[in-house]
C-alpha cells in the first residue's frame, strides 16, 4: 500500500513494534481476561474485550501518527489476547463432551480462514487512493468485532461457572436451554441432572486441589493465597514435565517462522526475487490458502497417526524447507532475474513449509497443552502454555523485521535451526498422547496427579450421589415402580 509506506516512513524497528504491539497486548489481555471471567461472567467478558478491541481497531482506522497506530494496535491486541481465551473457554463450557474435540479443530479452522479473508481483504483495497487503501482494511475489523460483542449477550450463561459460583438452579435452567430442553423436562430428563452433578464434581475437585496449600491447610477459593498455590502446582515435580511441554510446544510452534511469513509475507517475498507488489502479494496469499488447505486433513487423521509422528515429520519438512530458501538467498539473492529457478524453489519450499505447519505444529500447539494436564491444573496450564505462545509471537513480530534487515538468509537460518530443535525435542520429550486416557497419562509422565485426582473425582461423585443418580435412572421401569 504506497500510501502507508509513503505518509510513515516506517524504520525496521518501528515495524516491528507496530506489529508486535498486538502480541504484547494480547499477552496481557489473556492475563487479564482470566481473572475477569471468573470474577464476573464469560458473557461480559467477552463483551467487555471486543469493545476493548473495537477501540483498538477505531483508533488504528484513524491514526493521524504512527502513535497512534502502534497504540491502536496495543489496545487491540487486549482484546484479541482475552477472546483467544474466553471464546474456547466458553464453547469447553458449553458444549456436549461428544462435539468438544470437534468444535476444537473447527477454532483453529476458523482462526486461518479469518487470516486469509484478512490478507485478501488488503489485497483487493491496495490501490485505492489515498489512505482508504489502508484505512477500510483496519475499518472492516470492527464489523466481526460489534457482531460478536452484541450477538453474545443473546447467549445463555456458562453453566460450569454458575455451578463453581453456587447457583445451581441458575445453572440447570441454563444447561437446559443450551441442550434444548423445555422448563417441563428439567426436573424430568435423568441427562441433564445427571450433566450437571458432572459439573459440580469437577467445581469441588477444581476447588480442593486449588485451595490445599502445601501445609495441607485449606485457603478460601478467590484469594491471593490459593491462587498462588494453584500456580505453583505447575512447577511441582508432579506437574513439571507437563507444564515444560505445553510452554516449549507453543515456543515452537512462533518460532518455526509461520507467524513471520504471515505478518511479512512480502518483505519475505521480495527477498526470494519476486518482482511487482501483485505477484509478492499473491504468492504470500498463497500461504494462508495452504495452510488452510493443510488443517483439513489434520483434522481427520490427528487422532490416527498420533501426535509425536506428525511433529516430528513437520519439523523435518520445515526445517529442510527453511534450509533450501537460506541456501538459495545466500547464493542468489544479489541477482534473482537471472537465477528464475532458484526463486521458483524458494517459493516451493515456502509453501512445503507451509503445509507442514498445518499439519503439525498448527493444530497440534492448541490441542497437546489441553491433553497433558490433569483436570485440577487444566485451566491454569493451558493458560500459561497460551501466554508462551503469545510472549513468543511478540518476540518473532519485533525481530523479524531487524533480521531481515541485517540477513534474509540468516533469518531462514534461523528458522531452521527452530525447527531442528524441535524435531530433537518431539523426538526425545513428547510422550504420545493420542488417544490416552486420564488414568494412563501419569505413566506416560512417572507422576501420580491423575490417579490423585480420580481417587479424589470418585469421592466426590460419590458425596454428592451421582453413582447412585446413574444406578437408579439405568434400572428398567419396573424396577422404578417397584421401588416407589
Not at 506437574?239 to 512480502?266: C, D, H
Not at 513428547?430 to 473425582?457: H, I
Request: aromatic share 8%; charged share 15%; net charge neutral.
Amino acid at each position: 500500500m504506497k500510501d502507508f509506506t509513503q505518509r510513515w516512513h516506517l524504520s525496521a524497528w518501528e515495524t516491528g513494534l507496530m506489529t508486535a504491539m498486538l502480541e504484547l497486548g494480547s499477552l496481557l489481555g489473556a492475563l487479564i481476561a482470566g481473572i475477569l471471567a471468573d470474577k464476573y461472567s464469560r458473557r461480559q467478558s467477552i463483551f467487555a474485550a471486543c469493545a476493548v478491541f473495537c477501540i483498538g481497531s477505531a483508533l488504528q482506522c484513524g491514526a493521524q501518527s504512527s502513535n497512534h497506530l502502534i497504540f491502536g494496535r496495543g489496545i487491540g491486541g487486549l482484546g484479541v489476547g482475552a477472546l483467544s481465551m474466553l471464546s474456547p473457554l466458553y464453547m469447553a463450557e458449553i458444549s456436549p463432551p461428544e462435539v468438544r474435540g470437534s468444535l476444537m479443530a473447527l477454532e483453529q479452522l476458523a482462526i486461518v480462514s479469518g487470516a486469509v479473508l484478512g490478507f485478501w481483504t488488503g489485497f483487493f483495497t491496495r490501490e485505492l487512493p489515498g489512505s482508504s487503501s489502508w484505512r477500510i482494511p483496519l475499518g472492516i475489523q470492527l464489523i466481526p468485532g460489534l457482531l460478536l460483542g452484541f450477538g453474545c449477550m443473546a447467549l445463555p450463561p456458562s453453566p460450569r461457572l454458575l455451578v463453581q459460583q453456587g447457583r445451581t438452579e441458575e445453572a440447570l435452567r441454563s444447561l437446559a436451554k443450551l441442550r434444548l430442553r423445555s422448563r417441563a423436562e428439567i426436573e424430568s430428563d435423568p441427562l441433564l441432572q445427571i450433566e450437571l452433578l458432572e459439573m459440580q464434581v469437577e467445581a469441588a475437585l477444581i476447588e480442593q486441589t486449588s485451595t490445599a496449600d502445601s501445609s495441607g491447610q485449606n485457603a478460601k477459593l478467590g484469594t491471593l493465597s490459593a491462587e498462588m498455590h494453584s500456580w505453583k502446582r505447575l512447577l511441582s515435580p508432579k506437574l513439571r514435565k507437563r507444564t515444560l511441554i505445553g510452554v516449549t510446544m507453543m515456543f515452537f510452534q512462533q518460532w518455526s517462522g509461520i507467524n513471520a511469513l504471515l505478518y511479512y509475507g512480502p518483505t519475505l517475498m521480495h527477498s526470494l526475487g519476486l518482482q511487482g507488489d501483485a505477484v509478492t502479494l499473491m504468492s504470500a496469499g498463497g500461504v494462508g490458502i495452504v495452510q488452510f488447505l493443510a488443517v483439513l486433513p489434520a483434522i481427520v487423521f490427528i487422532d490416527r497417526l498420533g501426535r509425536r509422528p506428525l511433529l516430528r515429520g513437520g519439523s523435518l519438512v520445515m526445517a529442510l524447507s527453511h534450509l533450501v530458501i537460506a541456501l538459495l538467498v545466500r547464493q542468489y539473492s544479489g541477482d534473482w532475474p537471472a537465477h528464475a529457478m532458484a526463486a521458483r524453489v524458494s517459493l516451493l519450499c515456502v509453501y512445503s513449509f507451509t503445509a507442514a505447519y498445518g499439519v503439525s505444529y498448527g493444530p497440534i500447539g492448541w490441542i497437546l497443552p489441553s491433553e497433558v494436564f490433569p483436570l485440577s491444573a487444566r485451566s491454569k496450564g493451558v493458560a500459561l502454555s497460551t501466554a508462551s505462545n503469545w510472549f513468543n509471537n511478540f518476540l518473532i513480530g519485533l525481530l523479524t523485521p531487524l533480521f531481515m534487515e541485517q540477513s534474509a538468509s540468516a533469518t531462514f537460518f534461523i528458522f531452521a535451526a527452530a525447527c531442528s530443535l524441535g524435531y530433537v525435542w518431539a523426538t526425545r520429550c513428547v510422550p504420545e498422547t493420542a488417544n490416552v486416557s486420564l488414568e494412563e497419562m501419569d505413566a506416560v509422565f512417572g507422576s501420580s496427579a491423575a490417579q490423585e485426582d480420580l481417587a479424589l473425582k470418585r469421592q466426590i461423585e460419590a458425596d454428592l450421589g451421582l453413582h447412585d443418580l446413574i444406578q437408579r435412572w439405568s434400572q428398567p421401569t419396573g424396577s422404578h415402580e417397584e421401588a416407589s
